[in-house]
Each structure stands twice: as structure tokens, then as C-alpha cells.
């Protein structure tokens, strides 16, 4: 099953797209309404209305993640909002803002959404200093509880002169960090200069993938640098 997903302003709509219609061996569109603002908000202690959907994402077996805001909902004077996930029925939610995570990370966030045909979500949310930014996927493979994946302001994985994360990018319609069905991680950012010598122009864009067995991301691709296979040529 393929599937693909609207945003409008007061309702989220998602089609599912079967392959084939047994009988009639064409593909056929069926549209289910997920959610509306105004809802109720199946949120533990808040009784606050849907509000504000963020760009819904859907898997190979048309299951549906999205998040909202939440108009009149409580969160010690924070802003509300949560994570739903739906598998064909009612959306449940699955995380909400303020929710802390082992690392000490408290989600405040669900921006550049992404959801695994394994069912398991990557996503960025602001960090708590500085507003620096978080990426957010599972931490040990598919199932595995959330972690942080990567962060800015930190050392990048893999690098030889010591620089730093500066910022995670998005090419649209490519929205990262990518997740694949085995819970691995890419993503894009740019660097900046850490403790080593200053990072040029040239050498600033990056791109971090999985790069032994254990999942972990680390350097695939750097601007500048030898492009691999290609005699003499540089990314």
C-alpha cells in the first residue's frame, strides 16, 4: 500500500492508495478524516482542542504520524501540542510537549517529522540551550526507545579538523533526518569551526548516515573532500 498526505487549515485528511482493486485491476483512492480542529484532545489531564496540524507523513502500510498544537490545553504555561500516531482507527498519542527523554532532552517540537515503514519516528525539536536544534530517532535499531542521534553545537561524527554542528538542513521535498525500516539514521548540515582549523566554504556541507554495524551515524559525504570512486574528484 502506498499512500500520500494533505495539510489544510482546519482539517487533516489522509488517502490511502491500494495497488490494485481485485475486481476491476486498477487503483482506487479511499479518503479517511483523521482529525479536525477543534477535537477534543486525547491528552492525559488537558482538555484542549486540536489545533494547528503539522505536515502528516505515512509509511508503506499506510499508518499516519502527525502533530498539533493544542488551543486551551495545560502544560505548566507551556505551549501544548503532541504526537499522534494512527494505524487506520482513531489517532493515539504517542508524545507530547514537555515529555523528557533518558538523555535529559525535553521535547518542546516535532519539526521535520519522519515516520519508518517500521512504525519507528525521527524528528528535530529546539534544544534547551540557546534553542539549538535536536535530532531525535531511535537510539539502539527498530523499537528502540528515542535518542539523540545528533545535535548542534557538538562535534560531528567522523570529521578530521574538529568541526562542529552548525545546522541541519532540508531540501525540499526531501524533509530530514531520513529513517529507514532498520531504525539508521541520514541527515544534511552544515558545519562550522570547532577546535581545529576554520572550515571553509568549500567544506562546509555534509552528509551523516550509518556507517558501521552498530547504526551510529557518522561522516558519508563532505564538500570538498575526494568523492569516492571518482578518480581525482572532489564532492
Not at 528535530?124 to 526507545?145: I, N, Q, T
Amino acid at each position: 500500500m502506498t499512500g500520500k498526505a494533505w495539510h489544510l487549515p482546519s482539517v487533516l485528511i489522509v488517502a490511502f492508495v491500494p495497488l490494485l482493486h481485485p475486481a476491476l485491476g486498477v487503483a482506487q483512492v479511499q479518503i479517511t478524516q483523521l482529525a479536525l480542529t477543534g477535537d477534543i484532545a486525547p491528552l492525559v489531564g488537558s482538555a484542549g482542542t486540536l489545533e494547528d496540524f503539522g505536515a502528516p507523513v505515512i509509511n508503506a502500510s499506510g499508518r499516519v504520524a502527525f502533530s498539533s498544537f493544542v488551543q486551551g490545553g495545560s502544560n505548566g504555561g507551556a505551549p501544548s501540542g503532541a504526537l499522534f500516531l494512527s494505524g487506520g482507527g482513531l489517532p493515539e498519542v504517542s508524545l507530547r510537549f514537555g515529555d523528557t527523554l533518558p538523555s535529559g532532552d525535553a521535547i518542546r517540537r516535532f519539526n521535520f517529522l519522519n515516520l519508518s515503514d517500521a512504525g519507528d519516528i525521527a524528528f528535530r525539536s529546539p534544544g534547551m540551550v540557546f534553542s539549538r536544534e535536536v535530532v531525535f530517532a531511535p537510539a539502539a535499531g527498530p523499537g528502540s526507545p528515542l535518542g539523540v542521534v545528533a545535535r548542534e553545537n557538538v562535534l560531528a561524527p567522523g570529521v578530521s579538523d574538529g568541526a562542529l554542528f552548525a545546522d541541519f538542513l532540508s531540501t525540499l521535498p526531501i524533509s530530514y533526518p531520513l529513517l529507514n525500516a532498520r531504525g539508521q539514521v541520514a541527515l544534511t548540515a552544515s558545519l562550522r569551526t570547532g577546535a581545529g582549523p576554520p572550515v571553509s566554504a568549500s567544506s562546509r556541507l555534509a552528509i551523516f548516515g550509518p556507517t558501521d554495524p552498530s547504526g551510529a551515524i557518522g561522516l558519508v559525504a563532505r564538500t570538498g573532500a575526494p568523492a569516492p570512486g571518482v578518480d581525482g574528484g572532489l564532492c
